[in-house]
C-alpha cells in the first residue's frame, strides 16, 4: 500500500515536470527559430560594439553586442508607441535614442558602448504628432517642435546636443507676446542652404513670429516680432539677418544643390540670395545630396554621371573649415544611388576625429573611419541570427532552473498534482450535465436575441485546462437596453472580445441569459436593403456645427420610412431623389444616396474599434441623440482614427473605451493606412464637389493647395464638421500621387 501510494505522489510530479520542461524547451525553440524583428542596427565605439533596436515585450528593446564574438552585452527597454519611431544622433561618443511612448511622452536615452543607459527626458515633454514629422536633424543635432495643434499639449520646441537635452516652453509669456496656436517650420528650413533653421508662430493674438529652430548657449531661441508695414518674404529676410547676429554664423558660404539638372553642389550666399561657384569635389558629383554632419563637416553623395542610372555612387566628408575632401567610397560599396537617398537611410558623424557612420532602417549599418580607411558593414539579418544563437536561447539545466523560478507549473505542484486529477474527472461531467439541461430548459423558456459583449472577466475557475469567464452583454428587449452576465468556458484560442456581436437566449422572468451557438439559433431574417425609396419630406431641426439637422422621409411601396440625418453645407438632399435604404434589427438607416450605386460587399472588411471619446450634442429626432465619437480603428498593430457623427437610441449606452465593430471598404482602409505613414500638413480648399452618400456621410471630390502643389481628396466626410472652400484642414498626403485625406477638420 506504502509503494501504491508513493507512485500516487510521485507519477503526478514526473509529469507536470516532464510537461515544465517541454514548455521550456517550446519557449526554447521559439526564440531561436523567431528571433524579434531588429529594425535599426548602429555600430558604437569604431565598430566594437553594436547596438540594434528590436521588438520587445514593453514596444521596443536595445540590445548592446560585442561584434567579435557576437555576446549581448546588456538589454535596454525603450518605451514605445505602435508606430515604433525613433530619432538618433551620435554625441559624445554615446548614442542618443528618442521613443514616444502610448501618451505621446517623448523618452530619450543616452547609451554608452559599455551599455550604460541615462535617460534625459523624465517623459514631461509632449509630442502630440508623429515623432518623424516632428524631428529634425541639424548639424548632429536633435530639434523635436511640439505644434501646439491640440488642447491636451503646449508648443515646444526641445533641442538635444552634447548630450544634453534642453526644452523651452513657447507657451511661457516670456518668450513670446501671445500663446502659439501653431508652429511650422519655414520653407528648407533644415536645409544645408540656410545659416540658422527657421520657425514660424501664429499667434493666438493673430499675429505672427519667427523663432530660431535651435536654442542658443542660455538655451533659448532667438524671435524676431515683424513689423506690420513688411512682407512675409522681408520679415524671414530680417528674422535671418537677426538669427545669423544671434548665433553669429557665417551665411555667406553654404551648400546649395541646384534646382535644375544635373544638380551639382554651388556655394551659397543667404545674405544675398546668390549661388556662386561649384563646389570643387576630387570627381564632378551629380543629382547629389547634402548631409550636414555636424557643426565643420557635411557630407556630398551622388551619381559620377549626370544621369544617376548610368553612373556609380560616390561620396566625400567636406570640411568647410580647412576646405579638404575625405574620399568615403569605401562604406558606400555595395550600396546604390537609390538606398542612399532614401529618407530611412541616414548617416552620423560627431566631430571631424570620429568615424562617420550610417544607418539603413529594417536593412543594415555600417562605419567608415577616414583616418585609416577602416571600414565594415552588417546586415538586420545577420543580427537576428546573433539573437537565435544568444546562450540565453538554449537548452540547459540552468536555464531550465530559470524559468522554474519565474513562476513554471512546478511552482504549485504542491496543489495542483492533488486537486487536477479530481476536477478532470469528476466536475466536468457534472457541469456539462448540468448546462446541457439548463440550456434546454432556457431555450424552452426565453427569446432570441442579439447582443453585444461590453465586458469579461475569468472567475478564477479552469475546466480541462480552459478558463470559465463572465461576459457582460447588452441587448435591447421591449424598447428597453438591458444588461446580463452569462458565464462561459472558453478556450484562450476562441476567446470573444468586447464589441463582439453573439445570440442570446433570455429568460424574462428569471432575468437570466445563455449564449447559443449556431445550432441553438432558428433561422434569423437578414438585413434588408431597400432599393430605390423616394425622398417625399424633409423636416428642419437645429444647427449642428456648420451643418442643418434633418428628417428625411422617404417612401417605396406605400410605407414611409424616416431617417435623421445632418446635412453639411454646400451639399443638399433634395425631394424626389432616390436612395437606398438598410433595415437592421428594426432601425432604417440610409445605405447610399443620390448616384452611389456601389453594393458591391466584396471590398468590406469589418475591423476592431475602440471609442476614444463621445461628444453628444442636444439634437434629439425621434427618441435618438446626435453623438460625434472618435473611434480608433485596429488591424493588426496598425491603427487609424476615425470620426463620426450617428443619431443613437436614447436608451443605448455608450462610453469611452467601449468596442464596437467598424466596417470600412478595404482598399479606402490600406490607403489612409499609407497616407497616414508619410507627410502631414496644413492645406487650402480650393474645390469641393458632392456625389451622394456612402451611408449618412457625404462623399466629396475635395481639391486642396499646399504650397505650390494640389492634392486630390477622395473620401467620405463628416456632415457635423463639413467642407468649404476656404477651409484649412490638416491633411496626410502623398508627393507622389498627389493623393491626401483629411486628419483634421478646420473646425475641429
Given at each position: 500500500m506504502r509503494k501504491i501510494g508513493l507512485l500516487i505522489y510521485l507519477v503526478p510530479l514526473v509529469v507536470i515536470s516532464m510537461i515544465a520542461w517541454n514548455d521550456y524547451a517550446d519557449e526554447i525553440e521559439e526564440a531561436q527559430n523567431n528571433p524579434a524583428a531588429v529594425h535599426n542596427i548602429f555600430y558604437l565605439d569604431e565598430g566594437r560594439k553594436l547596438f540594434s533596436i528590436a521588438d520587445g515585450e514593453q514596444g521596443l528593446q536595445g540590445?548592446?553586442?560585442?561584434?567579435?564574438?557576437?555576446?549581448?552585452?546588456?538589454?535596454?527597454?525603450?518605451?514605445?508607441?505602435?508606430?515604433?519611431?525613433?530619432?538618433?544622433?551620435?554625441?559624445n561618443k554615446q548614442l542618443i535614442v528618442a521613443t514616444k511612448d502610448n501618451n505621446d511622452r517623448l523618452s530619450v536615452h543616452a547609451i554608452d558602448s559599455t551599455g550604460n543607459s541615462k535617460e534625459l527626458a523624465n517623459r514631461s515633454i509632449i509630442i502630440n504628432d508623429y515623432l518623424k514629422n516632428s524631428t529634425y536633424m541639424w548639424r548632429n543635432r536633435i530639434v523635436l517642435v511640439n505644434d501646439g495643434w491640440t488642447k491636451q499639449s503646449k508648443a515646444g520646441l526641445t533641442e538635444i546636443q552634447n548630450g544634453q537635452l534642453h526644452s523651452i516652453d513657447l507657451s511661457d509669456g516670456s518668450v513670446l507676446p501671445a500663446r502659439p496656436t501653431n508652429v511650422d517650420t519655414t520653407s528648407d528650413s533644415f536645409e544645408s542652404d540656410v545659416a540658422i533653421p527657421m520657425l514660424v508662430a501664429t499667434l493666438k493674438d493673430g499675429t505672427s513670429a519667427y523663432i530660431s529652430g535651435i536654442l542658443d548657449k542660455q538655451y533659448r531661441p532667438s524671435v524676431y516680432l515683424p513689423k506690420s508695414d513688411s512682407t512675409s518674404y522681408e520679415e524671414e529676410e530680417q528674422a535671418q539677418q537677426q538669427f545669423v547676429q544671434h548665433f553669429q554664423t557665417d551665411p555667406t558660404r553654404l551648400l546649395q544643390v541646384e534646382n535644375d539638372y544635373p544638380k551639382q553642389v554651388h556655394f551659397y550666399n543667404q545674405s544675398t540670395d546668390q549661388v556662386g561657384a561649384l563646389l570643387p569635389t576630387p570627381q564632378p558629383v551629380y543629382q547629389a545630396q547634402i548631409v550636414l554632419l555636424n557643426d565643420q563637416e557635411a557630407l556630398i553623395t551622388?551619381?559620377?554621371?549626370?544621369?544617376?542610372?548610368?553612373g556609380k555612387l560616390l561620396g566625400y566628408i567636406y570640411n568647410e573649415k580647412t576646405k579638404q575632401f575625405t574620399d568615403v567610397a569605401p562604406l558606400l560599396t555595395n550600396k546604390t544611388y537609390d538606398q542612399v537617398t532614401n529618407d530611412n537611410f541616414t548617416f552620423y558623424k560627431e566631430n571631424i576625429t570620429t568615424p562617420l557612420y550610417y544607418s539603413d532602417k529594417d536593412t543594415s549599418a555600417g562605419w567608415f573611419n577616414p583616418q585609416d580607411g577602416s571600414v565594415s558593414q552588417i546586415t538586420n539579418a545577420e543580427v537576428e541570427q546573433w539573437q537565435a544563437n544568444d546562450p540565453a536561447n538554449q537548452k540547459s539545466w540552468r536555464g531550465f532552473l530559470d524559468y522554474l523560478l519565474e513562476g513554471g507549473p512546478i511552482v504549485f505542484n504542491l496543489i495542483i498534482w492533488l486537486i487536477i486529477p479530481f476536477l478532470l474527472l469528476i466536475i466536468p461531467f457534472v457541469i456539462q450535465f448540468i448546462l446541457r439541461r439548463r440550456k434546454a430548459n432556457q431555450l424552452q423558456k426565453g427569446i432570441v436575441t442579439q447582443a453585444t459583449i461590453i465586458a469579461r472577466a475569468e472567475t478564477g475557475t479552469y475546466i480541462n485546462e480552459q478558463p470559465q469567464v463572465q461576459f457582460t452583454v447588452q441587448f435591447e428587449d421591449e424598447g428597453v437596453l438591458r444588461k446580463v452576465n452569462i458565464k462561459k468556458v472558453v478556450s484562450y484560442l476562441q476567446m470573444p472580445s468586447i464589441g463582439d456581436s453573439a445570440m442570446i437566449s433570455y429568460d424574462r422572468r428569471k432575468q437570466t441569459a445563455i449564449f447559443l451557438t449556431t445550432e441553438d439559433v432558428p433561422t434569423q431574417p437578414p438585413s434588408?436593403?431597400?432599393?430605390?425609396?423616394?425622398?417625399?419630406?424633409?423636416?428642419?431641426?437645429?444647427?449642428?456645427?456648420?451643418?442643418?439637422?434633418?428628417?428625411?422621409?422617404?417612401?417605396?411601396?406605400?410605407?414611409?420610412?424616416s431617417i435623421p440625418v445632418v446635412q453639411p453645407n454646400g451639399f443638399q438632399y433634395r425631394l424626389w431623389d432616390k436612395a437606398n435604404l438598410i433595415q437592421i434589427a428594426g432601425m432604417t438607416r440610409l445605405l447610399s444616396y443620390g448616384v452611389l450605386t456601389d453594393l458591391n460587399k466584396k471590398d468590406e472588411l469589418t475591423l476592431q474599434g475602440e471609442i476614444i471619446s463621445i461628444q453628444p450634442f442636444p439634437v434629439r429626432i425621434q427618441q435618438r441623440q446626435l453623438m460625434l465619437m472618435e473611434v480608433l480603428v485596429s488591424q493588426n498593430n496598425q491603427r487609424i482614427q476615425k470620426v463620426s457623427s450617428q443619431f443613437v437610441p436614447s436608451q443605448l449606452s455608450l462610453s469611452v473605451g467601449n468596442q464596437l465593430p467598424v466596417t470600412v471598404k478595404q482598399h479606402e482602409f490600406q490607403r489612409d493606412l499609407r497616407l497616414m505613414q508619410g507627410k502631414q500638413g496644413s492645406a487650402k480648399v480650393i474645390a469641393v464637389e458632392f456625389n451622394g452618400t456612402t451611408g449618412e456621410r457625404p462623399l466629396a471630390r475635395i481639391t486642396v493647395e499646399r504650397g505650390n502643389a494640389e492634392y486630390t481628396l477622395e473620401q467620405s466626410i463628416e456632415p457635423v464638421y463639413g467642407v468649404e472652400v476656404g477651409d484649412e484642414l490638416w491633411i496626410a498626403y502623398d508627393e507622389q500621387t498627389r493623393e491626401a485625406m483629411i486628419v483634421k477638420y478646420a473646425s475641429m
Open positions: 540590445m548592446i553586442y560585442t561584434t567579435s564574438n557576437h555576446q549581448l552585452e546588456n538589454t535596454i527597454p525603450l518605451v514605445s508607441n505602435i508606430f515604433k519611431d525613433i530619432a538618433v544622433a551620435y554625441q551622388g551619381s559620377t554621371t549626370k544621369d544617376e542610372a548610368d434588408q436593403i431597400l432599393y430605390n425609396a423616394v425622398l417625399q419630406k424633409i423636416d428642419t431641426y437645429e444647427q449642428v456645427n456648420r451643418g442643418q439637422a434633418l428628417l428625411l422621409h422617404f417612401e417605396l411601396d406605400g410605407q414611409t420610412y
